[in-house]
């Protein structure tokens, strides 16, 4: 996945997994390969449970100590997150690589006002004068569309909207302009007004400071338009990856198919929270069938779908899927 042109960030073979109960181990993200050059937004897009806020952990080195990169590389500008040091990856960590988390009432403390925990990020990286920093985070406050910021800084995350969180933690992830930003389905606790306005704002963000965004969603609808680029996961792996406007005008691979006919089938929906399923479930993460993840569910399955994994084909240039649709 990706052009000719120096990737920031690649990640080559990567392989996470966890324990089960039983002491065996199962694989959250298996063999998954994505590079993203500078500039660029890049969608993982997959629903729940796929891996893919487990890559995005893996990619800051923030994975819960239970679970295990097994193989794989993830570089930054040609340095191997995975073999740096822990006062390295603090170093990267904001400076370099920020996150966007899910759920801002989660991630935001809630005894502490909210200028003083955006004045965090900046005092760990850049060495400001206390009234510096604050003022850098009152044009942060501002940057991202929130009305009185002097207010707002003081004002504690209880008092805010979600919206408001929302873009709370963004100013946080861009505060020392990092190259990256993941962005781990920073729209699913808004309604969809509030969604729009926070992609447009990533743009915007985008536009203004040559950021990239790997964006992660379950939802289709947030990449037309804004991803240059996407990587469909399915039980932790990439099935199928090209530009985002050739996945929404022919995508190959069925789990693809599904998703986007769906995105459009939800077009003009009252609430996205009626967005609709495909049908069956996603396989058990700890009991994978030996071929294609995705058969039980496939439209399209045929005898050598339940035999063995299919390979990468290459139908289209720069179009990587796997499905044996395209061959054996």
Do not use: W
Not at 85 to 105: C, K, N
Not at 136 to 148: C, Q, S, Y
Not at 176 to 199: F, G, M, N, Y
């Amino acid at each position: 996945m990706g052009g000719t042109e120096k990737s920031l960030v690649q990640i080559g073979s990567l392989k996470v997994t966890y324990p089960t109960s039983g002491g065996a181990r199962f694989a959250a993200v298996d063999d998954v390969s994505i590079d993203v050059h500078g500039g660029e937004v890049v969608g993982i897009l997959g629903e729940s449970g796929c891996g893919k806020s487990t890559l995005a952990n893996a990619i800051l080195q923030l994975l819960p100590a239970h679970a295990r990169q097994e193989s794989g590389n993830i570089l930054l500008r040609e340095h191997d997150l995975s073999e740096a040091s822990e006062s390295e990856l603090r170093a990267v960590r904001g400076r370099e690589i920020a996150l966007i988390p899910q759920d801002p009432a989660l991630s935001l403390n809630p005894v502490m006002n909210v200028g003083s925990q955006i004045a965090e990020v900046l005092r760990a990286h850049l060495p400001l004068p206390a009234k510096q920093r604050r003022a850098r985070v009152i044009d942060l406050l501002i940057e991202v569309g929130l009305d009185r910021p002097e207010d707002i800084y003081s004002a504690y995350p209880h008092q805010l909207s979600g919206g408001q969180c929302q873009r709370i933690v963004i100013s946080q992830a861009i505060a020392c302009r990092p190259a990256l930003v993941i962005a781990d389905e920073p729209t699913s606790k808004l309604d969809a007004p509030l969604q729009a306005e926070i992609v447009a704002l990533l743009s915007q963000i985008r536009k203004n400071h040559g950021t990239a965004i790997l964006l992660i969603t379950h939802d289709p609808a947030l990449l037309a338009g804004f991803a240059d680029r996407i990587a469909v996961m399915y039980a932790g792996r990439i099935v199928e990856s090209g530009l985002t406007v050739d996945i929404f005008r022919q995508p190959l691979h069925p789990y693809t198919q599904a998703l986007v006919r769906l995105a459009k089938s939800a077009i003009g929906m009252p609430s996205r929270k009626s967005f609709p399923a495909i049908e069956g479930e996603s396989p058990d993460p700890t009991a994978f069938p030996a071929g294609c993840r995705f058969e039980p569910r496939c439209p399209d399955r045929m005898e050598m779908c339940t035999q063995r994994y299919p390979q990468v084909f290459l139908p289209e240039p720069s179009r990587p899927v796997s499905c044996f649709k395209y061959g054996e």
